[in-house]
């Protein structure tokens, strides 16, 4: 009932958009503006029909992508801006720079773009003005509307954007629902274009011709979230995220997010692009060297598992005890972080519906807070702290500066934070306390409430990490501190998901949801085992990938120490594996299918390989062309042994070895079925390099 209750809204939200879109257009369109990127491949149009409404097109190689996609907005104010519109003005620029990330898949980024901006005034009326901002990377566009302060528009009270991407050639498409009660936790759907309903971003794309393109958006700032809806004949038409009294309400002037398109002829292009961060704004807090990218331990899994739990009582996780027990393997092991759940009052009965009980300052009468932060830091630890606030955000927003201070004062530099409840039901209050409205995750509202966080943590210098999060829109360059989130099935889902995460779901994350940003999967369960037994759709080698080929700055070794114990070989690999980056290329990949990626490590010579499979096992040739020349590297190789699979006790089977290799070589890996390979590259050292024996 509640989801027909909530569902309703939206329904006729879109009827009265596709009635809107339905309307019959002039003809005699005239193209009125044009951009090039800088390699001169991708071209942007833009025109005005006969009606004068706006649309854009995008070409590559002077063969259409995107055919003729309107642009304009419908009003809960006003009438709607979409015709009758006359070109005012345009000008040209381009840019072409490097930036360095403090953190990140890699060190240095290259900027460069031309950009076209055209004005636009309606010829009747009130002469309502926009600009259109189209930014052409050799990789794709980003476009954003830029409306300026004017009498006739003071405020604007957006219903929907009237933005297509209308999708020229027959496509594949991977893509989960939006607007539904699980939020981003979904399995990716592979359909023809034409099969898609209403979906979240980013959403990728397979013409049949081989482009790849993935939509999304970057820069997501007091505005709503875009989802897209399918209309006729390949169009996708955006569709913003509910909202009181509109989706979005916004004072003039203002921008909206950039609307990005991403594409590439190889699946791993859309991997390596850094479009979406290049749309953001530049760092706004100074040196963050405060953060450190790093691994970390904690009590999570066994919650997970149902051995503890996160009330107090026989079964509490968060006892002071347990969280030694951690620290201790975390310093043994070189590992800098401690998460620990169920710290703080508020976990006992309910919770998922009383988010109201939780104090983020004070911890259970069995959890030492003060004392187990001094007895990680004098191991050379940092407990991480936790915030899950159950949906009753405004009652955190009462105490998060607070319990920031604290933590701060107490060595605890990074925060999981957390919104578990049905989507459409975060709870805002007004200043009296009492509950008001029900809001979506990734509405205007929430948009700016993880910015609150964010630059409240920073003051402390904290860092965040959001489950059930808004999504990432490559906001962490502008707020590096943002350095990490969920938004998409994580591993939690092979403790009790009825299914478990299949072969293809991780495979299919790295060229849908990791194109947007990092994400803390929780990988490295080496027991593959979830709750009561069930099977995790993996092999222990390609638990050990997920490391490499799932970007986060922050790891976690997610299973239990002993589990550790009774694997060290594969122990090996995660206690050596890097998670901060100077450079990382895709060398094999296909979208669902399988994907191996080099990552080198931040200010050192090694690299390190993880390569994914789908359910059908295969050979992958890797040519190791990204090495340095003139040196020979020690391989440490942890793949499938023979006869390997993803289900039963051949899910064990599992080989270590080394070979010697250097640049031009080519590394055969053998993947079974669910299965998957890690490589750790070093350089070999001369032996006159070594020093005399005494």
């Known amino acids: 009932m509640q989801a027909k209750t909530m569902e309703m809204p939206v329904r006729v939200s ?43 097109r995008v070409l590559r190689d002077g063969k259409p992508v995107l055919k003729d996609s309107r642009l304009g907005f419908i009003f809960r104010n006003g009438r709607q801006l979409l015709r009758n519109l006359a070109l005012d003005k345009q000008a040209q620029r381009s840019a072409d720079h490097t930036w360095e990330q403090p953190w990140g898949e890699r060190r240095y980024v290259r900027d460069h773009y031309n950009e076209l901006r055209a004005g636009f005034v309606e010829k009747d009326g009130d002469h309502r ?63 023809p274009l034409s099969g898609v309903g209403v979906v979240q971003t980013p959403i990728t794309l397979r013409t049949d011709d081989g482009l790849h393109l993935s939509i999304h958006e970057a820069a997501l700032v007091d505005y709503a979230g875009m989802n897209l809806m399918r209309g006729g004949d390949g169009e996708l038409r955006a569709l913003l995220t509910p909202g009181s009294p509109a989706p979005v309400v916004r004072k003039t002037p203002f921008v909206t997010p950039w609307r990005t398109i991403t594409l590439g002829e190889r699946a791993g292009a859309l991997v390596e692009s850094n479009l979406i961060l290049n749309l953001n704004e530049p760092n706004a807090l100074g040196d963050v060297g405060w953060f450190k990218p790093s691994k970390y331990v904690g009590v999570w899994w066994s919650l997970h598992l149902d051995k503890e739990s996160w009330a107090t009582g026989p079964r509490h996780g968060a006892t002071t005890a347990n969280t030694k027990r951690y620290i201790d393997f975390a310093a043994a092991n070189g590992f800098r972080g401690v998460l620990v759940e169920g710290w703080n009052v508020g976990w006992d009965g309910d919770w998922f519906a009383n988010g109201w009980g939780f ?34 955000v405004s009652h955190y927003e009462r105490q998060m500066d607070a319990a920031f201070a604290k933590f701060a004062a107490l060595g605890i530099d990074a925060v999981k934070t957390g919104y578990v409840c ?94 947007a940003g990092p994400m803390d999967y929780t990988p490295g369960i080496v027991s593959l085992t979830g709750r009561n037994g069930q099977e995790i759709q993996s092999t222990l080698a390609r638990q050990l990938a997920l490391y490499v080929g799932i970007y986060s700055p922050i790891q976690m070794v997610a299973d239990l120490p002993e589990h550790y114990a009774a694997h060290p070989e594969a122990f090996r690999f995660i206690r050596d594996v890097a998670v901060d980056w100077d450079e990382s290329k895709v060398l094999a990949g296909e979208v669902g299918e399988y994907v191996a990626i080099a990552r080198k490590a931040r200010g050192k010579p090694e690299w390190f390989v993880g390569a994914m499979n789908d359910r059908n096992p295969r050979t992958l040739a890797l040519a190791l062309d990204f090495l340095e020349p003139g040196k020979r590297y020690r391989a440490q190789i942890y793949r499938d042994g023979e006869g390997a699979s993803f289900q039963g006790d051949a899910r064990f089977r599992f080989v270590s070895e080394e070979k010697t290799v250097a640049r031009g070589d080519v590394l055969s890996l053998w993947l079974a079925g669910g299965g998957g390979a890690a490589v750790r590259l070093l350089p070999v050292v001369p032996e006159s390099s070594s020093p005399a024996a005494p």
């Open 129 to 191: 003005r926009f600009d259109m901002v189209f930014r052409v990377f050799d990789d794709g566009i980003g476009f954003r509307y830029d409306v300026p302060a004017q009498p006739a528009l003071r405020e604007a009270q957006i219903v929907q954007e009237l933005t297509e991407f209308a999708v020229a050639r027959p496509a594949t498409a991977w893509w989960i629902p939006a607007l539904e009660w699980n939020r981003e936790e979904y399995l990716y759907h592979r359909t």
């Open 422 to 515: 049905d989507a459409g039901q975060i709870e805002r209050q007004d200043a009296a306390g009492a509950p008001v409205l029900r809001e979506w995750h990734e509405g205007q509202w929430m948009s700016n409430h993880h910015l609150r966080v964010v630059r409240d943590a920073a003051r402390h210098h904290v860092a965040i990490n959001a489950h059930e999060p808004i999504k990432d829109t490559g906001l962490r360059r502008t707020y590096p501190n943002w350095i990490s989130r969920e938004g998409a099935r994580g591993m939690e889902f092979n403790a009790w998901g009825n299914p478990p995460n299949p072969p293809e779901h991780e495979v299919t994350l790295v060229f849908t949801r990791l194109l």
């Open 359 to 392: 104090d983020f300052s004070k911890p259970t009468p069995d959890y030492d807070l003060a004392a187990l932060a001094r007895y990680a830091g004098g191991k050379g630890v940092h407990l991480i702290g936790h915030h899950e606030t159950a949906c009753a």
């Open 14 to 56: 879109l009827l009265a958009i596709a009635l809107v879109l339905a309307l019959p257009g002039g003809a005699n369109a005239e193209q009125v503006a044009q951009v090039k990127s800088p390699d001169g491949r991708i071209e942007v149009q833009l025109d005005l029909n006969g009606e004068g409404r706006l649309a854009y």
